[in-house]
């Protein structure tokens, strides 16, 4: 019972303090370009992101179609950090029944930090 | 017909989130309803065009794959399965009797006496221990020839997997398990990609249906630019969810392997296969 319940408040604590820790204030703009590259490249790169294997994005060649395209991100998700935790996979997040989107950050797959950059490359869709 | 796609989803939610109860599906019924999952998916897709894997959901892939089976890659393969057989024919035919036409159709089986299911690949190597001579290696060369060979003789035959016991039905929910839950890091199960969302992209690559999954194996890849076993191209979907291989011929593939080959009862044998 206490084991059970002090596991739930850890793994609160684990996803509140990372959200917490990368909050998505700033946008693009005051990032500058650099962001935006990194993020892109991140999003590309088939050890990171992967994202192509399953959305269009920008000028990815040979995306795939599994997941929606990448398009009008900033319309769909006025609030940056909705598109954040929907790419780090907080529980609210992971919404759609057996969806193949990864939670990014809730399994290590990528740093708050890679995130970030990979939301201001996409926010610029 | 979305409604009934719909239907359909929600049936997969619901029996995965009570799956870790052991026994609770009836394979048939199972069966039954993959099958109804794929028609009202692709009605337009016959039930025995399952056995071609993703090319059923291009036709200029699916043209360009029957050029290659023309003078596909594999010939020389079972010819050297043939060969491989001839050599140790006196212990191949004490296990599998003499005519090669029916060995195939057999496997996998679930063996009452172990309680396991037997594979074909495990069945070959059990015969040639028992009678002192060297296994095969797993995966790979002489095994997956044998296995060419055998395949090719019994093309046309359909899969025929049968459970009628609680030990094989337990063996069958097992496979079904490892089947529909999410492994490794990102999160994937093989559902996702081969029930969910086949016939649609990873990057350039089409997503095959698992109905069917088992009956072309074992298949010749132009990656691999040879043969490997279904137990090879499950270490390697494993290997790219990121989630840690089991061994080749362990219980927990014989078993994925004994779920997949029975949900494609009905289909045509159409082993070896050639693949991208």
């Known amino acids: 019972m206490f084991s059970s319940n002090m596991k739930k408040l850890l793994t609160a604590l684990a996803i509140s303090s990372a959200v917490l820790v990368s909050p998505v204030t700033s946008n693009a703009a005051d990032k500058g370009a650099s962001s935006v590259e990194e993020g892109k490249k991140l999003a590309f790169s088939r050890s990171k992101g992967n994202c192509l294997a399953c959305h ?38 992971q919404n759609v029944p057996n969806s193949m989107m990864p939670p990014f950050g809730q399994n290590g797959i990528l740093t708050d930090a890679e995130i970030s950059k990979i939301v201001d490359y996409i926010y610029t869709l | 017909m979305k409604k009934t796609l719909l239907i359909a989803l929600t049936l997969g939610v619901s029996v995965a989130a009570t799956s870790t109860m052991a026994n609770t599906v009836d394979p048939e019924t199972d069966r039954q309803q993959l099958v109804d999952y794929f028609k009202a998916k692709s009605p337009n897709i016959e039930f025995q065009e399952y056995a071609n894997g993703a090319y059923i959901y291009s036709a200029d892939k699916y ?34 009797g003499s005519d090669v036409s029916k060995i195939r159709p057999q496997y996998p089986y679930f063996d009452e006496s172990t309680q396991q299911v037997v594979t074909l690949e495990g069945a070959i190597n059990k015969c040639r221990t028992d009678a002192g001579l060297k296994p095969y290696k797993w995966k790979k060369g ?33 496979g079904r398990e490892l089947y529909i839950t999410p492994r490794g890091q990102l999160n994937l199960s093989c559902a996702k990609c081969h029930t969910y969302n086949s016939g649609r992209m990873a990057r350039a690559n089409t997503l095959s249906p698992n109905l069917g999954h088992t009956s072309h194996f074992p298949v010749f890849r132009a990656k691999w630019q040879n043969l490997g076993t279904l137990h090879r ?44």
């Open chain 1, 56 to 93: 269009m994005a920008g000028d990815g060649a040979m995306p795939g179609n599994i997941g929606p395209a990448l398009i009008a991100m900033k319309l769909r998700y006025p609030d940056k950090q909705k598109l954040f935790d929907k790419i780090w996979g907080t529980p609210e997040a």
């Open chain 2, 63 to 96: 043209a360009q794959w029957e050029a290659a089976e023309e003078f596909p890659p594999y010939l020389d393969a079972i010819d050297a399965g043939e060969a491989a057989w001839n050599k140790d024919q006196a212990v191949f035919e004490k296990c599998f």
């Open chain 2, 142 to 174: 002489t095994l997956a020839q044998v296995s060419a060979f055998l395949a090719y003789n019994s093309r046309g035959q359909k899969i025929d997997v049968k459970i009628d016991s609680e030990g094989a039905k337990q063996a069958f929910n097992e």
């Open chain 2, 233 to 276: 191209r499950y270490g390697g979907c494993h290997k790219n969810m990121r989630a840690t291989p089991f061994k080749a011929q362990s219980k927990e593939y014989r078993n994925l392997e004994f779920f997949q080959a029975y949900m494609s009862n009905g289909i045509e044998i159409n082993g070896p296969g050639y693949r991208e």
